[in-house]
C-alpha cells in the first residue's frame, strides 16, 4: 500500500526567491511520480512528472527531485512569481494505475 | 471537449436525498477516475474505469456509492440516502490509457448535504 505526506501545510516565500515543497511516499515499488497545482474553486493542474530512471526532471521554472534511498521528492520553483501561489500536491502511485496524494502544501508567495 | 467537464458543479441536497454527478472525459481517454477532496485534504481515490469496467472500485466508502461508465466515455456517480459526512467535492479525472501518465483533472463537482 502507498502513502504520502507533505509535512509542511503551508510555506511563505518572499518573490523571486526559490519555493521548495517537499513529499514522502512509502512504497517505492512503482516509480512514476507527479505535481499538481490546485487554485481555489478549480480542479487539480497538472505541473509536472518524474519517473524513477531519472532523479531530475525540469520543465521552465518548475523541477523536481527525486532521491529513490529516502523515498522522497521535492519540487523547486525559481523564481517564485505570486501567480505560483496555490495549493501543490504530490502524487505517488499505488499500482499500476492509482495514485495517492499527499494533503498539499499551500503555497504563498509575496510579492 | 477540450478538457473533463464535471456537471453540476454545485450540488445542495437535504440528508437521505440521491445525488447524481456526471463526468464528460477528454475524448479518447479510456481511463477514468473519481476522486473525493474534503476540506484540508488531498484528493482521495474512489473508483477507476478501463474502458466500460470498473477495474478497481476499493476506494468507495459503503454500498451507498455506486458508480457507472455504460459506454466507456460518460460517467456517474451515484449517492444513495446522503449523509453530511458526504460533503466534499467530487473530482473526476482522466487519463489517455491508465497506466504510469498524468491524470487530468474538471473542476469538480461540491456537493453540500443539510
Known amino acids: 500500500d502507498q502513502q504520502v505526506k507533505q509535512n509542511s501545510p503551508s510555506l511563505s516565500v518572499q518573490e523571486g526567491r526559490i519555493s521548495i515543497l517537499n513529499c514522502d511516499y512509502t512504497?517505492?515499488?512503482?516509480?512514476?511520480f507527479l505535481w499538481y497545482k490546485k487554485y481555489p474553486a478549480e480542479g487539480p493542474t497538472f505541473l509536472i512528472s518524474?519517473?524513477?530512471?531519472?532523479d531530475k526532471n525540469e520543465d521552465g521554472r518548475f523541477t523536481v527531485f527525486l532521491n529513490k534511498s529516502a523515498k522522497h521528492l521535492s519540487l523547486h520553483i525559481v523564481p517564485s512569481q505570486p501567480g505560483d501561489s496555490a495549493v501543490y500536491f504530490c502524487a505517488a502511485p499505488s499500482g499500476t494505475y492509482k495514485y495517492i496524494f499527499g494533503t498539499g502544501t499551500r503555497l504563498k508567495v509575496l510579492a | 471537449g477540450a478538457g473533463v467537464s464535471q456537471t453540476p458543479s454545485n450540488k445542495v441536497t437535504e440528508k437521505g436525498k440521491y445525488v447524481e454527478l456526471r463526468c464528460d472525459p477528454i475524448s479518447g481517454h479510456t481511463a477514468l477516475y473519481w476522486y473525493r477532496q474534503s476540506l484540508g485534504q488531498g484528493p482521495e481515490f474512489l473508483i477507476y474505469f478501463q474502458g466500460t469496467g470498473a477495474a478497481d472500485d476499493s476506494g468507495l466508502p459503503n454500498d451507498r456509492f455506486f458508480a457507472v461508465r455504460p459506454e466507456g466515455s460518460v460517467s456517474t456517480l451515484k449517492i444513495q440516502r446522503t449523509e453530511r459526512g458526504d460533503s466534499a467535492v467530487y473530482l473526476c479525472?482522466?487519463?489517455?490509457?491508465?497506466?504510469?501518465?498524468?491524470?487530468?483533472f474538471g473542476e469538480g463537482s461540491r456537493l453540500t448535504v443539510l
Open positions: 512504497n517505492s515499488m512503482f516509480d512514476y
Open positions: 518524474i519517473s524513477s530512471i531519472k
Open positions: 479525472a482522466s487519463s489517455r490509457t491508465g497506466g504510469a501518465g498524468e491524470l487530468f
